[in-house]
């Protein structure tokens, strides 16, 4: 019998955790072998300890984000292949993972054939990116090149440009995303910097108008 791919799952929602673990052990190439809801030194103990194949890793856990516990990772268990998986379907945040030693990266809202292909693909040392990615990286490269370049914002700031373009205001997205009023306003700040744009008008603009989906 075909050795199965051992698969631990990082994210911090259980019932998405467990979903993906009920899901991926449907299928018998693949055992769920664990499922840490954070990046705590403890949870990353546990891949040095069971050295699973593959980490499924949610780039938005904490404390540690996904982007930054997959270098700690590689340097604890060099051999385990790592997908990153997110709501976000920005190239920018699967270029991150992957310059950060991730092989793979897949949207939530990819099919299950997707995450199936990506754990295989992975953990033959293939490089795997889904079909939502590529899209959006296509959309990118055909985009005038004076269009600002959304890629130079961090998660935290694209979480706010989605409110934004969802017509709230800074006080709204400072309780939905239990920030202070003054973190909203600095991160607005400096998007409206990084995307080379001369205020709130032009933003709200920009999201209402680019292409890019948010």
Known sequence: MTKKITIIIFDDHNLV??????????????????????????SLEVVKTKRPDVVIMDINIQPLSGIDATKLIKKYSPGTKIIGVSMHNQPSFAKRMLKNGALGYVTKSSQKAEMFEALLSVNDNKIFVCKEIQENLSKQVFEDDETPDISKLSEREIDILKEIKE???????????FLSVRTVEVHRSNILKKLNLKNTASLLKFVHNSSLDI
């Open 17 to 42: 955790a467990e979903m993906w673990s009920d899901l991926i052990n449907s299928d018998e190439r693949f055992s769920v072998i664990g499922i840490c809801n954070d990046t705590t030194e403890k």
């Open 167 to 177: 017509g709230l205001s800074s006080k709204e997205i400072a309780e939905k995303l």
